[in-house]
């Protein structure tokens, strides 16, 4: 009987030696990895998560210290286990795992060819897969977060359970999502309006959730019908923010015959990241256009997919223009503009003002981040010249994408805005979601970032730079503007624009914009030709420099109309000789005279680092410009060929 106990114990010593030994397999290597010590730690101290590694085949998600140290709060140690073996390209979109009440991990591999772990990105280098003691096979996956699952605070009475999303709204004061996130407002709408069962459902789907402060309005929680309620969830999608195609619009469940709601997301240089609804066919109850809402709490994983908590409602269109920009004060509501907000109230207010006198209005409204330039700060304390600029931003219409479009038919759509005779310049490039649009004002081309954030009176465009001060030279412009391209190349090949860039210098350039250029080949098709060929670099350059003044300071449309008024002709000093012209103002626009003709000004006082430039409607040009003596046309190859010749015959004849 003792020899029996003894022959048994022996067994269970050595068994529990094995078990010892096969933890140590995986514990080393992350023992031994100088980055990955923080987590072998937390290991250390389990011991289910000890016994899995012993016993059991599994799939491990390890975070790096570097992950640690952005991470707050408690580590769930088992939620970063599964019990089965995935390496990289076994892995599926929902996996359970070991902590209590198993709830999910969602797996997402984007178009990039990276895999994320709910929010976590799996470094692929990193993977090692082996087979322990008990010929269990394991995997290991490095990660760049810390998984988050959801808990419970520390006042709640009872653990969390694997919830759903409708489960989460119920208990959602007694989770860790944050003191100040409360969902009271939206839940009861959920539940008045009967949708319990779309947060229910089973699945994998995407569910933003306002929070009450985004309810602040009296009359804006009763806006809140069924059909909003579906614009806030993505059916059959989960989407973690880190794995997240930005600016790719996902179909919401409010997305039928009669009303159409896409969703997507997005990030800004700061990092905040935003979600945005955009109604593209809507009815008598929900208008469409873009509303946007911050993120407030991201990436909450629940049984039947993700929950986002935003800062507000999507789809509900209740704030005018000016309240829009308002809601950015204090750093609350819509902090993507609040600087925009910020100069807005340092220049006076009094824009402020007249935006909400206007019944309907536009604004292209600079990011946060199109503040941070030099040349900026050298201009915020003008308040005079501030205000020109930010009226330069206003425009008296509603001018949506679809509206700019329609302008952009046939040519570059000019708008006019509430700063006196300056006119913003609209160009749209591409089709549906591929299309880019920009905007140029005054010498500053921008780029719409997010366009079509509606308001009841209008709409709010964001945009990537701030229009009216200037950030590169005459050669830049030139070079980046669409409408005076063939100027760019014609200046290129004849090296007229090898000038443009000295900042030293004080350029006034009257620039024809392509469309007149094109007009001069129905007018004199011969000489156009030439002048866009290499071998007549020589007349282009010259018919360039005439239009190129160079002088101590620049000369402004205004000056020139002002100067105008003494004499018959304005002379001005220009490369080789003078440019003698006249500058009118006719019905609120600019027209210049040369050698008899009137030529419109289409694009007065773009500003530049280093000068101005006027776009015209016709170049300063005449056909005899191109012709060579005798009205014959002679290249410049032609002449070097000539002179060539000329040479060796003179060299013979005195050789002999």
């Given at each position: 009987m003792l020899?029996?106990?003894?022959?048994?114990?022996a067994l269970?010593?050595?068994c529990?030696?094995?078990t010892?030994?096969?933890a140590?397999?995986?514990?080393?290597?992350?023992?031994?990895?100088?980055?990955?010590s923080?987590f072998?730690s937390l290991?250390?101290q389990?011991?289910?998560a000890?016994?899995?590694?012993?016993?059991?085949s599994?799939?491990?998600f390890?975070?790096t210290?570097?992950a640690?140290?952005r991470?707050?709060g408690?580590?769930?140690?088992?939620?970063?286990?599964?019990?089965?073996?995935?390496n990289?390209?076994?892995?599926?979109k929902?996996?359970?795992s070991?902590m209590?009440?198993?709830p999910p991990?969602?797996?997402?591999?984007?178009?990039?060819?990276?895999?994320y772990?709910n929010?976590?990105?799996?470094?692929p280098s990193?993977?090692v897969e082996?087979?322990?003691a008990?010929?269990?096979r394991q995997?290991?996956h490095v990660?760049?977060?810390?998984?988050?699952p959801?808990?419970a605070?520390?006042?709640?009475?009872?653990?969390?359970?694997?919830l759903?999303?409708?489960q989460?709204?119920q208990?959602?004061?007694?989770?860790?999502v944050g003191?100040?996130?409360r969902?009271?407002?939206?839940?009861?709408?959920?539940?008045l309006?009967?949708k319990?069962?779309?947060?229910?459902a089973?699945?994998t789907h995407?569910?933003?959730?306002p929070v009450?402060?985004g309810f602040?309005?009296?009359?804006?929680s009763?806006?809140?019908?069924a059909?909003?309620i579906?614009?806030?969830?993505?059916?059959?999608t989960?989407?973690?923010?880190?794995?997240s195609q930005?600016?790719?619009?996902?179909?919401?469940?409010a997305f039928?015959d009669?009303?159409?709601?896409?969703?997507?997301?997005?990030?800004q240089?700061?990092?905040?990241?935003y979600?945005?609804?955009?109604?593209?066919?809507?009815?008598?109850?929900?208008?469409?256009?873009v509303?946007?809402?911050?993120i407030?709490?991201?990436?909450i994983?629940?049984k039947?997919?993700?929950?986002?908590?935003?800062h507000?409602p999507?789809?509900?269109?209740d704030?005018?223009?000016t309240?829009?920009l308002q809601?950015f004060k204090?750093?609350?509501?819509?902090?993507?503009?609040r600087?925009?907000?910020e100069?807005?109230?340092?220049?006076g207010?009094?824009?402020?003002?007249g935006?909400?006198?206007l019944?309907?209005?536009?604004i292209?409204?600079?990011s946060?981040?199109a503040?941070?330039?030099?040349?900026?700060?050298?201009?915020?304390?003008?308040r005079?010249r501030m205000?020109?600029?930010?009226?330069?931003h206003?425009?008296?219409?509603?001018?949506?994408?679809?509206?700019?479009?329609?302008?952009?038919?046939?040519?570059?759509?000019?708008?006019p805005t509430?700063?006196?005779?300056t006119?913003?310049?609209?160009?749209?490039?591409?089709e549906?979601g591929d299309a880019?649009v920009?905007v140029e004002?005054?010498g500053v081309?921008?780029?719409?970032?997010q366009a079509?954030?509606?308001?009841?009176?209008?709409?709010?465009?964001?945009?990537?730079?701030v229009?009216?001060?200037p950030?590169?030279?005459v050669?830049?412009?030139?070079?980046?503007d669409p409408m005076?391209s063939?100027?760019?190349?014609?200046g290129?090949?004849s090296?007229?624009?090898?000038q443009l860039?000295?900042?030293?210098r004080?350029y006034t350039?009257?620039?024809?914009?392509?469309?007149g250029?094109?007009?001069?080949?129905l007018d004199y098709p011969?000489?156009?030709?030439?002048l866009?060929?290499?071998d007549?670099a020589?007349?282009?350059k010259?018919?360039?420099e005439?239009?190129?003044v160079?002088?101590?300071?620049?000369?402004?449309m205004?000056?020139?109309?002002?100067?105008s008024?003494t004499t018959?002709?304005?002379?001005l000093?220009t490369?080789?000789?003078s440019?003698?012209?006249k500058v009118?103002e006719?019905?609120g626009?600019y027209?210049l005279?040369?050698?008899?003709?009137?030529?419109n000004?289409?694009r007065?006082?773009v500003?530049?680092?280093?000068?101005i430039?006027?776009?015209?409607?016709y170049?300063?040009?005449e056909?005899?410009d191109?012709?060579?003596?005798?009205?014959?046309y002679?290249p410049e190859?032609?002449?070097?060929?000539?002179?060539?010749?000329l040479?060796?015959?003179?060299?013979?004849k005195?050789l002999?």
């Open positions: 020899l029996r106990c003894g022959i048994g114990a269970l010593l050595l529990c030696f094995a010892n030994a096969a140590a397999e995986l514990a080393d290597k992350l023992r031994d990895d100088s980055e990955l923080q072998y290991l250390e389990n011991p289910v000890n016994s899995t590694l012993s016993l059991r599994c799939t491990i390890v975070p210290n570097e640690f140290q991470h707050k408690p580590t769930h140690v088992l939620y970063h286990i599964t019990t089965a073996a995935f990289k390209d076994q892995l599926q929902t996996m359970t070991d209590d009440g198993n991990l969602y797996i997402t591999k984007n178009r990039n060819g990276d895999i772990v929010n976590a990105r799996i470094i990193l993977s082996l087979t322990n008990a010929g269990r995997v290991m990660i760049d977060e810390v998984l988050e959801l808990t605070s520390q006042s709640a009475k009872a653990d969390v359970n694997n759903d999303a409708m989460f709204m208990q959602a004061d007694h989770l860790n003191e100040n996130n969902l009271r407002t939206y839940r009861s709408q959920v539940s309006m009967k319990e069962s779309l947060y229910q089973p699945g995407t569910f933003l959730v009450d402060e602040k309005l009296s009359t804006r009763s806006l809140v019908d059909k909003v579906d614009g806030h969830v993505i059916p059959n989960v989407i973690f923010t880190a794995a930005h600016d790719e619009p996902k179909t919401s469940a039928e009669q009303l159409k709601v896409t969703v997507s997301f997005f990030k240089k700061d990092g905040k990241m979600v945005k609804s955009n109604t593209i066919i809507g009815d008598a109850k929900h208008p469409t256009g509303v946007l809402a911050e407030v709490k991201a990436n994983p629940v039947n997919g993700v929950v986002h908590l935003i507000r999507l789809m509900i269109i704030t005018t223009v309240q829009f809601s204090d750093n609350g509501e819509n902090g993507a503009l600087k925009f907000y100069v807005i109230m340092d220049a207010g009094a824009v402020l003002e935006i909400n006198n019944s309907e209005v536009t292209l409204a600079p946060n981040e503040w941070n330039v030099s040349s900026i700060d050298n201009i915020i304390r003008d005079k205000t020109d600029i930010l009226n330069m206003i425009i008296k219409d509603r001018l949506n994408v679809d509206k700019i479009r329609q302008k952009n038919a046939n040519m570059i759509a000019q708008v509430v700063n006196n005779r006119f913003l310049y609209f160009n749209i490039k591409g549906g880019v920009t004002g005054g081309n921008a780029t719409v970032m079509d954030v509606a308001q009841t009176n209008g709409y709010v465009h964001i945009i990537d730079r229009l009216g001060v950030h590169t030279t050669l830049g412009k030139l070079e980046t005076m063939d100027t760019f190349k014609m290129q090949f090296h007229f624009t090898d860039n000295n900042t030293q004080r350039f009257f620039v024809p914009r392509d469309k250029w094109q007009k001069t080949e011969s000489a156009h030709k030439k866009f060929m290499r007549f020589y007349h282009s010259s018919i360039l005439r239009h190129l160079i002088a101590d300071h620049v000369y402004t205004k000056d020139l109309a002002q100067m008024l018959d002709q304005v002379v000093p490369f080789r000789d440019l003698k012209i009118e006719e019905a626009r027209v005279t040369w050698n008899y003709k009137k030529i000004v289409y007065p006082d500003e530049c680092t280093n000068g430039i006027h776009v015209i409607d170049p300063l040009l056909e005899k191109v012709v060579v003596s005798g009205g014959s002679l190859s032609s002449i070097c060929i000539l002179l060539a010749n040479i060796m015959i003179t060299v013979a005195f002999n």
